[in-house]
Every structure is written in C-alpha cells, then in structure tokens.
C-alpha cells in the first residue's frame, strides 16, 4: 500500500509501513465484566481465556484480585491454564493488592495510579508530589517480586501533560516494562491522544486504553499507534462500563486493512465474539462492524447482483479473513439474481417465469417486515413449480418441564410416515433436553450443527409470541428457518426441527436408523 500515514504525515505521527505489528492487551474478563449485569464464572473465564490465547492476544488480565476470593478464584483458574499469553491482574495503587494478585498466581500486573488532580485530590486525597513517590515504591516492590510490570495514569486523558509525563517517566525509571495513557472516561480527542502519547513514547513502550463515550475508541486507538504506542488495551466486542471500551476486532482489521500491520490471529474474531456474547448475555448488534450478523449480508438487489459478479464489489475485505461467510439475504429489496442465486444453493432449478413468481412472493413476504428464511424460499418455490414435499421429520407430540429441578423433555416423532416411540431426556435446559430427546429418536444418527439462534421478535402482553431464527448446518449444506410460538421453546424446538428436515430432504440413502 502506498498511503501508510494517518493525519497526513503529521510531524507527531510515525510511517505505519515501519510498524511490523501491535501487541494487544484484552480486558475482557476485568473491565468487559464491569459492565451492567456481566458475571463470570471461573469455568466461563477460562473458556474465554483460551480462545483469546488461540487468537494470539499477547496479554490477558484476568480481572482484579481485590475484588474479592471469588474474584481471586477466576484470576487463579486462568492463570493456571499454562497460556502463552501473559496473565495479569488489575491492581490499585496499594500493596496489598499486588500481593493478593501473586496469590493468584499471575505473570505480572496492572498498576493503575491517579494521574489527573480530580483522581489525585479528590478521590486519593494525596499530592502529586506523593503520588509519584508511592508509584515508585510499588513498581519496585513488584519487580523485586519477579512480575511484569504495566503502569496505568488513570484518567490520563484529563491529566495535566506535564506531570502525566513526570509520573510514568518515574515509573518507567523505577523499571516498569510499560506504561498506559488511558482514556479512562472517553474525554479524549484525536488531538489530545496524538499529542500525549507522541511525549510518553519517548520514556518508553507505551499502551493505549480507549473507551467509546464519544463514538471515538478506534480512531483514537489508531492515532496512538500513529504517534507510537505499540499496545492497545481493548475487550471483544467492545463491551465494557458505560459505552464500552474500543473493540479488539476492529482495531485489528483497521490496522491490518488499513495498514498492513499484524495484532491477532485474524480468523478468530467472529468465534470470539459469538463465545462472549453467549456467555455475558451482551448480544451483538447486527450492523457491528467485523463480528455483525450484517456485516456481510447483502440484500439489496443492485448489491446482491454486484457482489455475485464480483466478491470485493460491496465489501472492503473479504469475509474468511476474519472467520466469516458471505449471506445473500432474501427480503423486499431482492432482485432476481439474488433470489437465483438461493434457489441454486439449494439445487432447485427454476424457469424465468417461476423465477419472476418466486421474486413476487419473496418481495410481498418482505413488504411485511420479514426476513424470507431459507425454508421460506424453498417453500414459495415448491409452491410456484407445484410439486409436492415430503416432510421426512415432523413432530407429533413434544412436552417439556423447566421448573423446579432438573430440565426434562419427551418428544415423539413421525420419521418417513411412520411414528417413532416416544423418547425423554433430560438437559441443561429445556431447549438442550427437548434436542437431546430429538437424537435420541433419530437413533443419533443424524449429524447436525447449531450455527446461530436469534430471538428475532416479540409482541407485546401477556400472549407475547417470540419467533426465533435458527441456522443449522449438516455437512456443507446450511438452511435458516424460523418459527413463531408463544411458547419460546416450542418456537425453538420446532424450527430446529424443521431445519434438520430440509438438511435430509434431498438424500436418497436412509440415513435416519430406526432404532
């Protein structure tokens, strides 16, 4: 790439071209979990932990060892996992606190001290003058205790320049590996974030915390990579307290796009983001950028027919570099080469009069305020070609128990026109027994995946009906279906079912054992 320079080659900025790549710290099980209603488990931690070490995030802190022993339980079991990623935990300005993360058994820390007067007089209640004297006390304390050291100026975004520069120019004197100007309320600028980290990147390696109050974490992460920090503290997703904190993925495909510079294993984002989401109860938003269910879903006929005749046409990269698929999605604004081109994957052939009658429908379905699912698009099609489906699977009775022990389920099936004799399981819900039940039935015999479930809609009252979304593959072959229900798992249940029905549609061996 030839243009490399962010701010036009501004003085303060150095050449991208000569960066080789940018560590990155994920602080998604500390500053991730301290947003509203996220708790994690030291089991949920340590599932998030390892996928962020597969994706090569350089430093992970685990959470914040005063917290509490619960707090030290999650932080001891990641530390534990023997990553290649450096272990840290969060730590205040006091000794205790670094003694209770070495109880947990840590490769270093986070120190965070006050680095603006409003942290420093009114919430520490000391000088600035001390505040410098105990910061070196306990970087020294750390590093004769054998840990990595990162110390943080919190609130450096308001602090006053000259003494932020004072204040890690000690500590990097008193042999902290790295200091962090931290945007800790996302007060900052491109401006002001280009000027501090331009003066602290000459005392040594230096990060950059972001946070997005003001729609501003990306740019001003680049910018700090611009003026020489060679680490950005961020979380997946960018959840985190209040508008969250910069998200990891994006800074990675910006630098990686934008710059050719390396972060993270680039294929791993979107299982990341999947795995947090699922575990915090944060659900992505559908236009996320990287990660979002949109991100590479067109539906647009003018951009649906580009994108089939050219990949890179209506996106700016392509979406295996991030661990995605590219989705053609059927709704009122499909034109004919779109609704082709599902039909294909499908291997449903039709005429051009069928396909301008299948287009019709999928619009008029569309002008409702629906998505046409896969199994609506196959359906419309059976029904303007007017041949005849034989459903393979249905369900004939399905009772579910949820309350008071352990979830159960029972469910009865009609496999190729003949009823099957019931079968009950029991699961960590009561979607996972009904499914469970539902194997069983089919002589576990056929293989399927869940791919994505979404709660696309609920009505309001007390007979609210949800409709759920779920997308479910077997082999190469995938299909989305949808079901609505006032009951969320018969919503779900049924529409799995459904889907697995036109996963073994088309096969002409029996493949479902009667056992």
């Not at 050219?310 to 590219?326: I, L, N, Q, S, W």
Request: proline letters at 3%.
């Amino acid at each position: 790439m030839t243009e490399t320079r962010l701010f036009g080659g501004h003085p303060l900025t150095r050449d991208l071209s000569d960066v080789a790549d940018v560590q990155f710290l994920d602080t998604t099980l500390r500053d991730g979990e301290q947003a509203p209603g996220v708790s994690l488990s030291p089991d949920e931690k340590a599932r998030i932990a390892r996928k962020l070490d597969d994706a090569e995030i350089d430093v992970i802190e685990a959470g914040s060892a005063c917290t509490g022993p619960g707090e030290r339980k999650t932080i001891s079991r990641v530390a534990e996992l023997d990553l290649d990623a450096t272990v840290t935990s969060f730590c205040r300005g006091i000794k205790n606190d670094i003694d209770l993360a070495m109880e947990c058994g840590v490769d270093g820390i986070n120190l965070v001290v006050p680095a603006s007067d409003r942290h420093i007089e009114d919430k520490i209640g000391t000088s600035r003058e001390d505040n410098v004297e105990s910061t070196v006390e306990l970087v020294e304390y750390a590093k004769d205790h054998g840990l990595w050291v990162e110390v943080i100026g919190e609130d450096g975004s308001r602090a006053d320049l000259d003494y932020l520069e004072a204040l890690l120019g000690a500590a990097i004197d008193a042999g902290a590996d790295r200091i962090c100007w931290a945007d800790t309320v996302g007060h900052a600028t491109p401006d002001g974030a280009l000027e501090a980290v331009s003066r602290l990147s000459e005392l040594g390696p230096v990060s950059a915390h972001t946070h997005d109050d003001l729609g501003l974490a990306v740019m001003n992460a680049l910018v700090a990579v611009a003026a020489g920090a060679d680490m950005v503290h961020g979380t997946i997703n960018g959840i985190g307290e209040r508008a969250g904190n910069v998200a990891l993925e994006e800074v990675a495909i910006a630098l990686d796009h934008g710059y050719d510079v390396a972060t993270m294993d680039l294929t791993q984002p979107y299982d990341l983001a999947e795995l947090v989401a699922t575990t915090t109860g944060i659900q992505l938003a559908p236009n996320k950028a990287v990660v979002g269910q949109n991100a590479f879903t067109h539906e647009s006929g003018i951009h649906t027919d580009g994108t089939l005749k050219d990949d890179a046409m209506y996106e700016p990269y392509a979406p295996e570099k991030v661990g995605r698929e590219r989705r053609l999605a059927l709704g009122k604004h499909a034109g004919r080469a779109g609704v082709e081109a599902g039909l294909a994957e499908h291997g449903i052939d039709v005429t051009d009069d069928e396909l301008a009658a299948v287009v019709q429908r999928v619009k008029e379905i569309g002008d409702r305020g629906r998505r046409v699912t896969d199994a609506d698009l196959m359906t419309i099609a059976e029904e303007v070609k007017g041949t005849d489906r034989d459903r393979r699977v249905e369900i004939v009775d399905l009772t579910t128990v949820a309350g008071g022990g352990t979830p159960t389920a029972s469910v009865r099936l009609s496999v190729d026109g003949e009823e099957r004799e019931p079968a009950s399981a029991t699961g960590s819900g009561p979607v996972d027994a009904a499914m469970t039940a539902i194997e069983k039935a089919l002589g576990n015999s056929v293989n399927w995946n869940l791919d994505s479930y979404h709660v696309d809609a609920i009505t309001g009252n007390t007979d609210a009906v949800v409709t759920v979304e779920v997308e479910m593959s077997r082999g190469d072959k995938t299909v989305t279906v949808s079901n609505s229900d006032s009951d969320i798992t018969r919503a779900s249940v049924y529409a799995m079912v459904n889907a697995i029905d036109r996963l073994i549609e088309d096969e002409d061996e029996r493949v479902i054992a009667d056992d």
